[in-house]
């Protein structure tokens, strides 16, 4: 739905000579990623206002944005299965705010940050197969998510002590950063198994 909504508002501003003909596919791609971006960021809000944990999504979603867009991570292959996904995330997210005591926030905070650190310092970056990086990109990308994951270590430990909730905002975002890289990790392994299979 997206794709084709995308593709012919292109071909729209193409036979208004808003855009060259030859555009058309690049500028329904990047539509398709601007509206699906849009949906999402509604999608979060939405559930963010009626949940009453504005400010949990904010820290734990900037966590999140800031590593994935760096580190790369797992892409569905539908834009409705994106937004499944963001949606059933942000919902078990705002049932352990809600619902896990202190103590254990505490200890899931501890447990998120140790196995994200291993996870992202051994995968980042992860490239997807339509989009292979060049070794000067792998660099600078891996560079670039190494110093963020850094700097919400100290934000995680800070805060540790002081504010603990914050703490468990912001390691279940590298949390899940860490976990979306993982999935498409694996999915690029079996699709390279199943490949090699093949020949």
Do not use: Q
Request: hydrophobic content about 55%; glycine content about 4%.
């Amino acid at each position: 739905m997206i794709g084709k909504l995308s593709l012919k508002t292109a071909v729209f501003f193409s036979d208004n000579n808003i855009i060259s003909s030859e555009d058309v596919e690049a500028y329904a791609y990047g539509l398709e990623i601007l509206i699906s971006t849009v949906i999402n960021f509604m999608a979060a809000i939405f559930i963010a206002l009626l949940t009453g944990e504005f400010f949990a999504f904010a820290v734990c979603l900037t966590a999140f944005i800031t590593l994935r867009l760096n580190a790369g991570g797992y892409h569905a292959k539908t834009h409705a299965g994106c937004i499944s996904v963001l949606v059933i995330f942000l919902l078990v997210f705002t049932a352990a705010v809600k619902l896990l005591p202190p103590p254990a926030k505490t200890v899931f905070s501890a447990i998120f940050m140790i196995v994200s650190l291993i996870t992202i310092s051994f995968f980042a970056p992860v490239e997807h197969p339509n989009h292979p990086l060049s070794l000067k990109s792998k660099k600078k990308l891996r560079s670039k998510t190494l110093i963020l994951l850094g700097m919400w270590l100290v934000l995680c430990i800070a805060f540790y002590f002081l504010m603990p909730e914050i703490t468990f905002y912001a390691a279940s975002g590298v949390f899940t950063a860490a976990a979306t890289m993982t999935a498409e990790k694996l999915r690029s392994i079996k699709n390279k198994l199943i490949k090699e299979r093949n020949i």
